[in-house]
Structure formats: C-alpha cells, structure tokens
C-alpha cells in the first residue's frame, strides 16, 4: 500500500494526507469530548468531519489508484482576483489545444502571470465551454511547476 502511495504525484499525496489528518483531528475532537464533554451534542460534527475526511481520503485515493485523473500542463496567463480582499478569484490558463477558466481556486502562494501549473483533474469532470474557453469549476490538485535554472 505504501508502495502505490508513494507512486502517486506529490499533489495528490500531499492533498490525501491533509484529509487524513482532518479526520484525525476529527477523531481526536470526538476522543476529547467523549471523555471531557457533559453534552453530547458536540460530538456529532466531529463524527461527521472524521468520516466525511477519511472517505474523501479514501475515494482520492482509490481514484489515483486506478488512474482516473487527468494531468494538464498549461501556463498561466491571466489572474482575476477579487476587488477588497484581493483573493484569487479564477485562473486563465492555456494549455496546448484550448484556453481554461479555472473557477474556485484556493490560494496559490507567488502565483504570477506566465507561471507553469500542474492541473490534476478527475477523468470524469463537467467542463463546459463558455467566450471561447474551457470552463472547469473542479480539480483534484494544482501546482506550481519549479523550473531549474541552469
């Protein structure tokens, strides 16, 4: 088990063992109240994050697996981020054959205009096509390709 793990991208490792560790920490909330608590009615939420974390946990990792994802290489050519807080709001990235919109994206630190990216997408996404570009509002991981510089 251990030996497919550690043949899965470093992303999607990376991304397995932060669900892990929620539902640990869930486990360890329910733990904590069940020997503390007086109420029982706070257990129910750590229960839910524990299970909610480990069977993502699982079914990422059946899904890398068996191999039912899609690696895109594109680079970055456009961020749009929001008005007050400045969050990254949609990525523009463009890929050999097409243009994606990338929606919902979570915080990439040093994320610039002209970076390569690495977009981990599960085989049976919903990409719709809007103004031209391909739109995906999904993803399993994304990161950041380091180049060497020679």
């Not at 050519?77 to 523009?92: A, D, G, N």
């Not at 890929?95 to 981990?120: C, F, M, P």
């Not at 997408?121 to 096509?129: F, K, T, W």
Request: glycine share 8%; proline share 3%; with cysteine.
């Amino acid at each position: 088990m251990k030996d497919t793990f550690l043949t899965f991208p470093e992303p999607l490792r990376k991304r397995i063992l932060l669900q892990c560790a929620g539902g640990g920490f869930g486990v360890a909330m329910l733990l904590i109240l069940l020997v503390y608590g007086r109420d029982w009615h706070f257990l129910f939420p750590c229960a839910a994050l524990a299970i909610a974390s480990f069977s993502g946990a699982a079914s990422l990792y059946d899904r890398c697996r068996q191999g039912r994802y899609v690696t895109i290489e594109a680079d970055c050519t456009e961020i749009t981020r929001t008005p007050f807080r400045r969050r990254s709001k949609s990525l523009y990235l463009r890929s050999e054959q097409h243009t994606i919109k990338l929606v919902g994206v979570r915080n990439i630190r040093g994320l610039t205009v002209g970076d390569t990216l690495t977009l981990y997408v599960s085989d049976n996404a919903a990409i719709y096509e809007m103004d031209g570009c391909m739109v995906l509002c999904s993803y399993l991981a994304l990161s950041k390709v380091h180049r060497q510089k020679d």
